[in-house]
């Protein structure tokens, strides 16, 4: 394959903000209107869907499970993998030029003006941190993008359901059916959805944070759950009980980015010492 197609194929997105433009087109919140985008999808993010729909499939998941999930990328603290991840340039926002820190800061400081507790804010801050992925090598469909299950039918809620069919799980009878290889109530933890950053950050932190935490990192890309009241055959008591939290997050995720740019420097030292209330001084990626 030519060098530019490689290029294609790994980032259709002007950058990994876009695809967080596109939720926002899908799932407008009437209080906050800043952004003035076309009705049309854009062409990059519809070749972005195509590509995710056509290779995330179970065995893909599994592999990049087996390959991230086991925490073999070095040990850096919160700090530093913040750090890294602004090296990770994104020229897709039209409101302002944020850095990555300043965008994440933006979500924690929304959540803790509004009084939430301190595990809250600490996940406002790092739930994005798992797109370092892409400062990995990985494809941007293998980062971010709308997560769901697979192994079993996909849901015709899903963003741009119809490319599913040049998937090769889609001619796999099993994988078609409505459980696929789950038991029905076995829970969204035995459940391999699309592998991305909210899946890998989860294995970074799981020792560290409460269980809401967790759910809001693990599966706030989860719209087809979160949103649109799928899969619900595949839950537990414990999924119901913490999809508010999820919920919850969802509004700060989204709906957070303002104009007022976070001071990094004076905010900084709040963080480093949230940071050490929760995690140790280097924890493995």
Request: net charge negative.
């Amino acid at each position: 394959m030519p060098e530019s197609n490689v290029a294609i194929e790994s980032a259709p997105l002007n950058g990994l903000d876009e695809w967080e433009e596109d939720v926002l087109e899908r799932y407008p919140d009437k209080d906050h209107k800043f952004r003035d985008y076309a009705a049309d999808v854009r062409p990059t993010v519809r070749e972005f869907y195509r590509l995710n729909h056509t290779h995330q499939t179970l065995d893909f998941v599994k592999a990049k499970k087996e390959k991230y999930c086991n925490l073999q990328m070095g040990e850096r603290s919160v700090w530093e993998a913040m750090d890294f991840l602004n090296t990770l340039v994104d020229d897709s926002d039209p409101d302002v030029d944020f850095t990555q820190i300043e965008h994440l800061m933006q979500t924690s400081e929304s959540i803790r003006k509004d009084g939430h507790p301190r595990w809250f804010i600490l996940t406002g801050l790092m739930h994005d941190l798992g797109k370092v992925l892409c400062l990995y090598g990985e494809p941007q469909w293998a980062v971010v993008g709308d997560t769901f299950p697979t192994g079993c039918k996909y849901s015709d809620k899903i963003v741009f359901s119809e490319f599913f069919k040049d998937n090769p799980d889609f001619q796999v009878p099993e994988y078609q059916t409505e459980n696929g290889i789950y038991e029905p109530g076995c829970g969204l933890d035995k459940v391999h959805l699309s592998f991305g950053h909210d899946e890998y950050l989860y294995h970074v932190v799981k020792d560290y944070l409460p269980t809401e935490a967790l759910y809001m990192i693990r599966y706030h890309s989860f719209y087809p759950w979160h949103r649109e009241g799928q899969y619900e055959h595949l839950i537990n008591d414990q999924d119901r009980e913490n999809l508010k939290w999820v919920q919850l997050f969802n509004g700060y995720d989204l709906y957070s980015k303002v104009d007022t740019r976070p001071n990094v420097a004076e905010l900084r030292p709040f963080y480093e010492e949230l940071i050490a209330e929760f995690f140790p001084a280097k924890i493995r990626w």
